[in-house]
């Protein structure tokens, strides 16, 4: 049949080559889009995650003070804190729990134990009055079940915002055993030390980052919050991590630029 300007069959290289040229520039188009899509779900994506990375708040204490020099110490010397600090989440998600978090590199042998040259057993419990996980730095006491905890070992807990975490020590010294949680008042039988991430300079939050050491001895304070006496807070030592959670809208961006970036090579493939 000929090529008429009605025929079905008519062949017009011109109309093609537009025709196919528009194609590729929809194409190339929808696959700019798509990725420039990608890129902002990565980078709004990226920000939630730094900003949600400030779930760790102390809200109150009774004094002051620095983590010390001891040996197998766990929290670098010079590290300051607040006494007795009460911890709150200031975010809901989920929070990591670390024993002994190892010293950087610098620190002078033994290595980090957990534990300091604590010869009494020292435990950290969560939640009050045990029950869930615990570290325990004495494999000789019954309380820890003959297994101390080894530095590094981990558990996750979920909090809903505003939460004052609830942990305690339960230690023993020569006059027995004492507990102390999370945001008590006494020092009479012993103290903890907590520090929003790992500044020199006292840092009550929010961070994403909270250490944490007990001195399992009488705790004396003066009159202006300071500690009296040789305390290094490194008798029991831990870190508890807010782990980070993409908001909605940068999982939905995230999601979006996905999709485009499978449309546009189906399209491709097709093409």
Same mark, same amino acid.
């Given at each position: 049949?000929?090529?008429?300007?009605?025929?079905?069959?008519?062949?017009?290289?011109?109309?093609? @080559?537009?025709?196919?040229?528009?194609?590729?520039?929809?194409?190339?188009?929808?696959? +700019? !889009? &798509?990725?420039?899509?990608?890129?902002?779900?990565?980078?709004?994506?990226?920000?939630?995650?730094?900003?949600?990375?400030?779930?760790?708040?102390?809200?109150?204490?009774?004094?002051?003070?620095?983590?010390?020099?001891?040996? $197998? =110490?766990?929290?670098?010397?010079?590290?300051?804190?607040?006494?007795?600090?009460?911890?709150?989440?200031?975010?809901? $998600?989920?929070?990591? !729990?670390?024993? $002994?978090?190892?010293?950087?590199? #610098?620190?002078?042998?033994?290595?980090?134990?957990?534990?300091?040259?604590?010869? !009494?057993?020292?435990?950290? +419990?969560?939640?009050?009055?045990? $029950?869930? %996980?615990?570290?325990?730095?004495?494999?000789?006491?019954?309380?820890?079940?003959?297994?101390?905890?080894?530095?590094g070992a981990t558990f996750t807990r979920y909090y809903a915002a505003n939460t004052l975490i609830p942990f305690?020590? !339960?230690?023993? =010294?020569?006059?027995?055993?004492?507990?102390?949680?999370?945001?008590?008042?006494?020092?009479?039988? #012993?103290?903890?030390?907590? =520090?929003?991430?790992?500044?020199?300079?006292?840092? @009550?939050?929010?961070?994403?980052?909270a250490l944490i050491g007990l001195t399992d001895n009488t705790v004396t304070l003066g009159t202006n919050g300071?500690?009296? #006496? %040789?305390?290094?807070?490194?008798?029991?030592?831990?870190?508890?991590? =807010?782990?980070?959670?993409?908001?909605?809208?940068?999982?939905?961006?995230?999601?979006?630029?996905? &999709?485009?970036? #499978?449309?546009?090579?189906? +399209?491709? +493939?097709?093409?």
């Amino acid at each position: 049949m000929a090529c008429g300007m009605h025929s079905p069959l008519c062949c017009r290289p011109e109309k093609i @080559a537009t025709i196919g040229t528009t194609r590729k520039k929809v194409m190339l188009d929808s696959k +700019r !889009f &798509a990725r420039a899509l990608w890129a902002l779900g990565l980078v709004v994506g990226s920000a939630a995650w730094s900003s949600a990375q400030a779930g760790l708040e102390i809200r109150s204490w009774v004094g002051t003070h620095e983590f010390g020099a001891e040996p $197998g =110490q766990s929290i670098p010397t010079g590290i300051q804190g607040y006494v007795n600090g009460a911890l709150y989440t200031t975010h809901t $998600g989920y929070y990591k !729990f670390t024993y $002994g978090p190892p010293p950087p590199v #610098g620190l002078p042998s033994p290595p980090a134990t957990g534990h300091g040259t604590a010869i !009494f057993k020292n435990e950290f +419990r969560e939640p009050i009055g045990g $029950g869930g %996980d615990s570290f325990c730095n004495n494999p000789g006491i019954a309380g820890c079940g003959g297994i101390a905890s080894v530095v590094g070992a981990t558990f996750t807990r979920y909090y809903a915002a505003n939460t004052l975490i609830p942990f305690e020590f !339960f230690f023993h =010294q020569d006059v027995g055993n004492h507990l102390l949680a999370n945001g008590a008042t006494s020092t009479a039988n #012993g103290a903890y030390l907590v =520090q929003i991430g790992t500044g020199t300079a006292r840092n @009550a939050g929010p961070g994403s980052l909270a250490l944490i050491g007990l001195t399992d001895n009488t705790v004396t304070l003066g009159t202006n919050g300071s500690v009296i #006496g %040789d305390h290094d807070f490194q008798d029991l030592t831990l870190s508890i991590t =807010q782990l980070p959670v993409p908001e909605p809208m940068s999982l939905a961006l995230f999601g979006m630029g996905l &999709a485009g970036l #499978g449309l546009a090579q189906r +399209r491709a +493939r097709r093409a």
